[in-house]
């Protein structure tokens, strides 16, 4: 494997590469419109989560520590068994 300053790997093997990106490398490599549509897209979803959670309704989630969907209610509590949700709602 090569690594150049821009976070690319290069594969010996197969010819492909792989991309990481980190830090002010990431700006260099995917260019400022980019991150900033990136930002864009996050503010919105952000913003259309907290519009669903005013509205009362729960948010589809998903916990990385757990490995594990859960819906998160608007006052906090969460419930991982989407499963048993979906079947006790039909």
């Given at each position: 494997?090569?690594?150049?300053?821009?976070?690319?790997?290069?594969?010996?093997?197969?010819?492909?590469?792989?991309?990481?990106?980190?830090?002010?490398?990431?700006?260099?490599?995917?260019?400022?419109?980019?991150?900033?549509?990136?930002?864009?897209?996050?503010?919105?979803?952000?913003?259309?989560?907290?519009?669903?959670?005013?509205?009362?309704?729960?948010?589809?989630?998903?916990?990385?520590?757990?490995?594990?969907p859960y819906s998160?209610?608007?006052?906090?509590?969460?419930?991982?068994?989407?499963?048993?949700?979906?079947?006790?709602?039909?």
């Amino acid at each position: 494997m090569e690594y150049n300053s821009c976070g690319v790997i290069y594969m010996e093997k197969t010819s492909s590469n792989i991309i990481i990106t980190t830090g002010a490398d990431r700006a260099k490599l995917l260019g400022s419109r980019i991150i900033e549509m990136e930002k864009q897209a996050v503010n919105a979803v952000t913003e259309e989560i907290a519009r669903i959670k005013a509205n009362g309704h729960p948010v589809a989630l998903y916990d990385a520590e757990l490995k594990k969907p859960y819906s998160e209610y608007p006052d906090g509590r969460r419930e991982y068994d989407i499963e048993n949700m979906k079947s006790s709602n039909m």
